[in-house]
């Protein structure tokens, strides 16, 4: 388990400890109870993003330190140079037939255009960010894929949404959906991007 992801699991834990409300046998909960039940999501979500820019950003920062320093073959920066390479223009650049300057600036077009301004968790956010390090869609788990997607709803719901028009979020469900759900396939993903060179 990398650093950062010990940071996410201790920062989830106190969110936990510090925001939700107790359990409820009834689930019925009052108005503050379910604005900080709402609150949990919310912050859990932010959390959750910050983590996954943060350990694609030390991935590929790393990977290219690696390749500037003594061109250690990467398939990550192969990745990132396949993935996001065409988005760039070279033509009337004076540096563009140097391979360092076209790998450093696709790089840093990663972290600027794709990483940066990612806003969101779900799958296609994860896909964004993920896939060009050189993670293969099939090392992804398509059902927790799925519960990104319904978690980055509920989120979007609770952050547009006012007070009087939302629904009852239950504590229990919200909960067991990152602790049982999400969390287990974040520490797969960890592994996974660790492995990459």
């Known amino acids: 388990m990398s ?7 201790t920062r ?18 009052t108005k503050k109870e379910q604005d900080l039940i709402r609150s949990f999501v919310l912050l859990t979500h932010a959390e959750i993003e910050a983590y996954l820019e943060d350990v694609a950003k030390t991935r590929v920062t790393k990977s290219l330190s690696d390749w500037n320093s003594s061109r250690v073959k990467s398939n990550c920066i192969k990745s990132v140079v396949s993935f996001v390479g065409h988005d760039l223009k070279f033509e009337n650049d004076l540096n563009s037939n140097n391979i360092q300057y076209r790998v450093n600036k696709t790089v840093a077009h990663y972290m600027s255009a794709v990483v940066d301004k990612n806003h969101g968790i ?37 952050a547009h949404s006012s007070f009087n028009v939302q629904t009852s979020i239950d504590r229990n469900t919200e ?12 520490t797969n993903i960890d592994a996974l991007i660790k492995k990459l060179k």
């Not at 650093?3 to 699991?9: A, F």
């Not at 059902?143 to 990104?148: D, E, G, K, P």
């Not at 909960?175 to 974040?186: F, G, S, T």
Request: glycine share 6%.
């Open 122 to 158: 779900k799958e296609k956010n994860i896909l964004k960010v993920l896939l060009p390090l050189g993670i293969e869609i099939n090392e992804l788990d398509q059902t927790w894929l799925s519960v990104m997607e319904s978690f980055g709803s509920t989120r979007g719901l609770i």
């Open 175 to 186: 909960l067991n959906r990152i602790k049982n759900q999400i969390l287990p396939e974040l």
């Open 3 to 9: 650093r950062r992801l010990k940071q996410l699991t």
């Open 12 to 29: 989830l834990s106190f969110l936990e400890n510090n925001i939700l409300p107790s359990e409820r046998v009834d689930g019925n909960y």
